[in-house]
């Protein structure tokens, strides 16, 4: 199931007689077609995602945008194979996740996917090194764990517990667990959710790093309007439908957000 990587940018065609055709556009590494997601039965029963269609391509930075119950944890979980859903078509790259073994699954987890939560799920009785090796002793090709702690900076506290560690150093701590085994998406569930101001900031600073500089592909879930600004594309969803894509032509730093 590996994957090479892709350009950031799509190629722009000529103009003029004899001018090369545009390249083809990257193979998505998400596609989704006529996406439901039931839970329960009779009058119990809630719609949670309804005939959703969409691509996500290599290396982007997406938004799911959306107020509570709108679906967008439920379309992160499936993406992320924590889930199923009940009718439609889900792929990462050219391998179909709908339909797949739980030990399929499992795997595709274990090899291609970092998840980051709103709340840190660090061992209390481990060093942020030593939570880290949790997942370096199961990837198949993990990067220094030294390296992982360094990205999301916090070397001068490698050695120190969770409970020395600011919610802000928590949270950057689970950043660096997920992308140590070097994921090709990185799934993140409202990562600023439990934070304060400035200290979100801070970890979408992170986030934005991890995208930039190892090309890996980022979706965040956030209900917080201001942070679809820091995105190459929006997606908006609303009782469980996929409502609005949006672009950013001018992406803004994390630093320039204000909420």
Not at 137 to 149: F, L, Q, V
Request: glycine share 10%.
């Amino acid at each position: 199931m590996d994957a090479p990587s892709a350009a950031h940018a799509e190629a722009q065609a000529g103009e003029g007689a004899g001018t090369a055709p545009p390249a083809p556009a990257a193979a998505p590494v998400f596609s989704a077609r006529g996406l439901n997601k039931t839970y329960g039965s009779g009058e119990t029963q809630v719609q949670a995602l309804r005939d959703v269609d969409l691509d996500i391509r290599r290396g982007e930075f997406v938004v799911l945008l959306g107020a509570s119950g709108s679906g967008k944890s439920t379309l992160l979980n499936i993406l992320g194979g924590l889930d199923v859903p009940s009718a439609g078509e889900v792929r990462f790259g050219d391998h179909r996740l709908d339909g797949a073994s739980e030990s399929e699954l499992t795997t595709y987890r274990r090899e291609h996917v970092g998840f980051v939560f709103q709340f840190y799920n660090l061992i209390p009785s481990l060093t942020v090194r030593e939570n880290l090796a949790l997942v370096t002793d199961i990837a198949r090709d993990p990067m220094p764990i030294d390296e992982a702690i360094a990205l999301v900076g916090l070397t001068p506290r490698r050695d120190h517990f969770p409970a020395q560690l600011s919610g802000g150093e928590q949270q950057r701590v689970a950043i660096a667990r997920a992308i140590v085994k070097r994921p090709e998406v990185l799934l993140c569930d409202e990562p600023t959710g439990a934070l304060d101001y400035p200290t979100g900031k801070l970890v979408l600073e992170v986030i934005a790093r991890i995208n930039a500089e190892l090309g890996t592909t980022a979706v965040v879930i956030t209900h917080n309007a201001a942070i679809a600004g820091m995105a190459d594309r929006v997606l908006y969803l609303g009782d469980g439908r996929l409502l609005k894509v949006q672009a950013n032509p001018h992406k803004i730093s994390p630093s320039e957000l204000s909420w």
